[in-house]
């Protein structure tokens, strides 16, 4: 690891100031910092050490309904918050299905959004990655490329965003809060993560030296509360990244769909949000034909960067297994084994 | 530049002068404070050998900086036995053959006291494995290591120690 500057500044501004140097870095619980810096992935020269500053680490409950997390709660303090888990109950089931139990309770909601690739290449030093150095090339491209994008990707990065967190903030409409030296600004979780597009060094819109404050989910997420599930493909039961992951988020009035929401994950450098696939959904009744026309459609556009194209496949299936699930409807407590595709499937729909 | 700071362990204030801010919580314990009961396993927040409490919560404290967690109360695997009297869930992985090798063990015996202090997983064994998953076992005690957390949950429990933890 190269050597660092330590320094741990006592307000925002004074991190905001701190970070905004070239090189300096924010350093949260570390828990992908770190061991980024230990790969010499990272190699900042300052590292501004935010988890001591106050007022970030809070869960407020909004009077008009929406909800504000400050940019220090652990991952696992949202997801077992249980006024939290019961309004937002598949971004609870999101939080659980990552990482494992010790990670959680050190991440912070800040460094979910910001954690990195995945990429093998990305963390070898000995590749070219356009992602780690620009314009050094993209070994992915024609290597070992099961698990990147069949959305949104471009030659210049195929890799994809690891995030569980997000794939539900996207589809509920959360939005970050940031403070810089220009100010305060607030940004969709759904414009926060950049696609390749010619920079793929830069994984979002964050300038440097700003600093996320928050996450806020507005009340109208909380609609979605008695239909929402998160699903995670791994490859292992538990403690591993999605291949894929989709979360399904319905609004059932009648007897029909009144309002869908549906989200991928590990698909793209992004979570992707399908809104074609939710409007889709509109007035249709909350069955098996329709779940997989949505899942036509939020797949429509994808496209094997490698040997990956079983990928979308896989995705078609866990968006249609995710509407069903949520379609039956939330369940009281996150289960045992959160996401999991294992799960037994109500009705006709058992075998997808 | 150096830094000094100031942490409990087990419940003895421990100041330390770092003259290198790289410096992991877990090479801090091993290296500087003689505790060699926490595992470095892989270094990378993958297997969980190096499992700690702080302030009361299970981390992994090989991606923990030990100057960023100046002031921090530490618990590790040399903090449970009083004397000669073994902490409930180190007994119980020996009466339910929770291990092997033994070199997991720490970091698995460590994070079920969290997991048992985080009073999420219940009785229910499935919860249970969850709740264990950031623990690797190369041996694959895991029969073992969930019967042994089950039942030292259940002692602790019945005999009010759960604030022993
Ligand atoms: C073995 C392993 C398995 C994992 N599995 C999963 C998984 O299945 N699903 C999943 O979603 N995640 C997974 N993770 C990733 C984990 O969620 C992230 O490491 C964690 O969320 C990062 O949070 P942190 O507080 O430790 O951030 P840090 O490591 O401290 O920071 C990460 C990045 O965010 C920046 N940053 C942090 N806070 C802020 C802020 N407030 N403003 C601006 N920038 C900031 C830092 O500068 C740094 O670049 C896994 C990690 C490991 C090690
Ligand atoms: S896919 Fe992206 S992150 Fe991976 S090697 Fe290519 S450029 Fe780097
Ligand atoms: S040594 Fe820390 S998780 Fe493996
Ligand atoms: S007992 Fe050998 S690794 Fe777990």
Known sequence: ?352 | MSFSITLTVNEVARTVTLDDPRVTLLDLLRERLDLTGTKKGCDRGQCGACTVLVDGRRINSCLALAISHDGAQIRTIEGLAKGDELHPVQAAFIAHDGFQCGFCTPGQIMSAVGLIEEAQAGADPERVREGMSGNLCRCAAYAGITRAVLDAQERMAGAGRKDAA
């Open chain 1, 1 to 352: 690891m190269k050597t660092f500057d330590y320094v741990r500044p006592a307000t925002i501004p004074e991190a905001v100031a701190a970070a905004s140097a070239p090189g300096a870095a924010y350093l949260a619980a570390g828990t992908n910092l770190v061991d980024l810096m230990k790969g010499g992935i990272a190699q900042p020269g300052r590292l501004v050490d935010i988890g001591h500053l106050p007022g970030l680490d809070r869960i407020e409950h909004m009077p008009d309904g929406g909800v504000r997390i400050g940019a220090l709660v652990r991952n696992a303090d949202l997801a077992y918050d249980r006024d939290f888990a019961r309004r937002f109950p598949a971004v609870a089931e999101a939080l659980l299905s990552g990482a494992s139990p010790q990670l959680r309770n050190a991440a912070t909601v800040g460094g979910n959004l910001m954690q990195r690739t995945r990429c093998a290449y990305f963390y070898d030093l000995a590749s070219a990655c356009n992602k780690r150095e620009p314009g050094s090339g993209c070994d992915a491209l024609g290597g070992e490329n099961r698990l990147h994008a069949v959305l949104g990707w471009s030659e210049s990065c195929i890799a994809t965003h690891p995030s569980d967190f997000c794939v539900p903030l996207v589809a509920l409409n959360a939005t970050v809060e940031i403070e810089g030296a220009a100010g305060r600004r607030e940004v969709p979780v759904e414009s926060f993560h950049r696609l390749p597009d010619g920079h793929p060094e830069r994984d979002s819109v964050l300038e440097p030296g700003e600093l996320i404050t928050g996450v806020r989910l507005p009340a109208e997420a909380a609609g979605f509360a008695g239909h929402a599930r998160y699903l995670k493909v791994r490859e292992r039961t538990s403690y591993a990244f999605a291949v894929v992951s989709a979360v399904a988020a319905l609004r059932i009035e009648d007897g029909a769909i009144a309002e869908a929401r549906i989200a991928l994950g590990g698909v793209a450098l992004k979570p992707w949000r399908v809104r074609d696939a939710e409007a889709s959904l509109a007035d249709a009744r909350p069955d098996a034909p329709a779940f997989r026309e949505a899942a036509r459609i939020a797949l429509a556009d994808a496209r094997p960067s490698g040997e990956n194209g079983f990928k979308i496949e896989l995705a078609r299936r866990i968006v249609t297994r995710a509407l069903t699930l949520a379609a039956a409807g939330t369940p009281d407590r996150v289960p045992a084994l959160p996401a999991s595709p294992f799960a037994p499937v109500p009705g006709e729909l058992s075998h997808v």
